[in-house]
């Protein structure tokens, strides 16, 4: 491949050539995730999966989609080697290996679902272009999907590995939480996690609060459509620095850094719980300082969601930007910062990119 010469004699032909393919197959991976969101989108992933070579006309037809799309889309998936491609029967198969990554049945593997935040994000590039100049932030009414996306994200990531992963952290939860206790979510979206557990937990109560009307809305319509009576959200700003009532647990699931006062938010949580309550933060994990990221397995794009969502939500509210990647050794001083003097982090296995911090006063 051609690469554009540096007059300089230091220029190094063999790194240039390497970086020049680096990009080539950037084009590519960025391609295959933008198609793969769309694989999710309309099902195709799901209706290829467990079925044997078919015929470009057999797939479209079962979801209901249009030939010519699909071709082109299965094209990208052949090229890309995700799907099997028979050039003699002209049959296309998705082998069961990679529809284990990429189907709802997969959950909570599917990297379909995280494909979502790149078109998500895009979406909104002419606007962050604009704040690139301004500094300005974006609000959450300005990304189409959002809460459809983190709600289906965090269902993954949180709502399928409550049982056997998130309540085992904590030795006894699973008991109180079956005798009764009061708990609190914060930014809770769409509300999965505390719908989740209120139909598991009938002697429990329930709430979430967050900044979306519409977020909470659709919570309780979902409690409603589940009968549930023990769980209620609210839409309200979480920055008002006051205490938000009296609880045995506060969890907070990838809703601390993106807040308007996220310091704030933290001292409101400490102040909101019982003497001996819990407070169960799940963020983004990583290091504060960008050096110690450098082999971080998601590194480019944790920090390319902090720049299209994640830092500017926060600064349209007039707060920090602390950004995805604000890090373990800041998360940790905010929280003693907030009183919390007990502070253990976790890690589980099915979750690579969050930290799970159990803090106590
Ligand atoms: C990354 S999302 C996580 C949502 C949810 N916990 C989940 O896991 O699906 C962060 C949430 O914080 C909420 N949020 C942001 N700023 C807020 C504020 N100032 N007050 C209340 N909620 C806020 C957003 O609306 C959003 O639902």
């Known amino acids: ?3 554009a010469r540096d007059p300089s004699p230091r220029f190094d032909d063999a790194k240039a050539e390497q970086f020049a393919e680096r990009m080539m197959t950037a084009l590519n991976d960025a391609a295959l995730v933008m198609m ?3 694989g999710h989108r309309t099902r195709l992933f799901d209706s290829m999966a467990g079925r044997p070579p078919s015929s470009l006309k057999e797939i479209a037809a079962k979801v209901g989609l249009s030939d010519r799309y699909v071709r082109e889309w299965l094209a990208v998936m052949v090229t890309s080697r995700v799907v099997d491609y028979d050039a003699v029967n002209e049959t296309y198969h998705l082998p069961a290996e990679h529809a284990a990554f990429t189907t709802r049945a997969a959950t909570p593997d599917n990297f379909a679902v995280a494909a979502q935040y790149i078109p998500l994000a895009a979406g909104i590039e002419d606007i962050i272009v604009d704040r690139f100049r301004t500094g ?9 999907r959002f809460h459809e996306v983190m709600a289906e994200d965090s269902g993954q990531t949180v709502v399928a590995a409550l049982f056997d992963h998130i309540l085992p952290l904590v030795p006894g939860l699973t008991g109180h939480l079956k005798r009764g206790i009061d708990v609190l979510d914060v930014g809770c979206g769409r509300g ?4 989740k557990l209120a139909e598991t937990f009938p002697a429990s109560r329930f709430q979430g609060i967050d900044l979306s009307e519409d977020a909470a809305d659709y919570a309780n319509a979902s409690a409603a459509e589940a009968g549930l009576s023990n769980i209620r959200f609210t839409a309200a ?3 008002t620095r006051e205490r938000f009532g009296t609880f045995d647990l506060v969890t907070a699931f990838d809703a601390v850094h993106d807040q308007k006062d996220p310091q704030g938010l933290l001292d409101s949580v400490a ?3 019982n003497p001996d309550g819990l407070f169960l933060m799940q963020d983004i994990g990583g290091s504060s300082h960008l050096e110690r990221n450098a082999d971080h397995p998601l590194g480019p794009f944790l ?3 902090s720049t299209l969502h994640c830092m500017p939500v926060s600064l349209a509210q007039g707060g920090p930007g602390l950004g995805t990647m604000w890090g373990e050794e800041l998360a940790l001083d905010m929280l003693e910062q907030a009183g919390f003097g007990n502070v253990t982090v976790e890690r589980l296995p099915h979750d690579p990119i969050n930290v799970y911090y ?4």
Do not use: F, N
């Open 1 to 3: 491949m051609d690469t």
């Open 36 to 38: 793969t969101s769309i």
């Open 237 to 239: 700003d979480l920055s």
């Open 358 to 361: 159990l803090a106590r006063a």
């Open 192 to 195: 999965r996690a505390m719908l």
């Open 271 to 273: 102040r909101s719980l």
């Open 136 to 144: 300005e932030g974006v609000h959450y009414h300005d990304y189409a």
């Open 303 to 305: 920090y390319a969601i």
